[in-house]
């Protein structure tokens, strides 16, 4: 008598052949010569811890990754391989590597956008009966002396954009400052007049004395 968990199936196999998956329930098996091998077929987040690499520039990162995975082929999972999960750890090891190694540090940096599972990886998972699920990049780790060089880098850039803006809005102060001591110098009663404005928003007294005949 076997009891078999609603999340679980076992692959059945009489006198070393297959004989089925069994699913969820009590089963009852009469006679010598069976065996029976529990298979999971819980969601199960799966991780490929940090894998050094070097970019193309020669630059050694280290990047994870993450997918979420679960068994639907009990049969496959069984076997294909004695170590199913290590299968699969391998080919992300190889997609992980491959991939960072085409790439540069600055294209690695910028992020390793995963819009499905590639395909080696969803390859190595079918066979060992797993489908593979929200996969990707999980952290991309640089070495301190780039990441601080490169923090460096975006602070200069950044000050030197701050200085670039407030030279641009000195040089238009300085022309619309020439602007107008352009139309004051053409216009002298113009400029009377903003004299005694500017007098007569600071408290201050104007004179202006006309000429003598």
Known sequence: MVTVMPYERYVHYRHGKLAGVIGPGKHRFWG???????????????????????????ITVKVSAAARTQVVDPVAFNEFTDDPHGYLYDAIKTWIRTTVHGLTLDEVIA?????????????????????ISDFGVRDILVPGEIRRATEDLVTTRQ???????????????????????????????????????????????????????
């Open 32 to 58: 010598l010569g069976h065996d029976l091998v529990p298979v999971d077929m819980r969601v199960e987040l799966f991780e490929v811890r940090p894998q050094e690499v070097p970019t193309s520039d020669g």
């Open 159 to 213: 000050r030197s954009h701050i200085a670039l803006e407030q030279a641009r809005t000195d040089v238009a102060v300085l022309r619309a400052l020439a602007n107008s001591a352009k139309v004051l110098e053409d216009h002298p009663a113009l400029a009377a007049v903003r004299l005694a404005e500017t007098a007569a928003s600071h408290g201050g007294t104007v004179i202006i004395e006309r000429p003598t005949a």
């Open 111 to 131: 992020g390793i956008s995963v819009d499905e599972t590639p395909v080696d990886i969803a390859t190595a998972a079918a066979s060992v009966g797993i489908d």
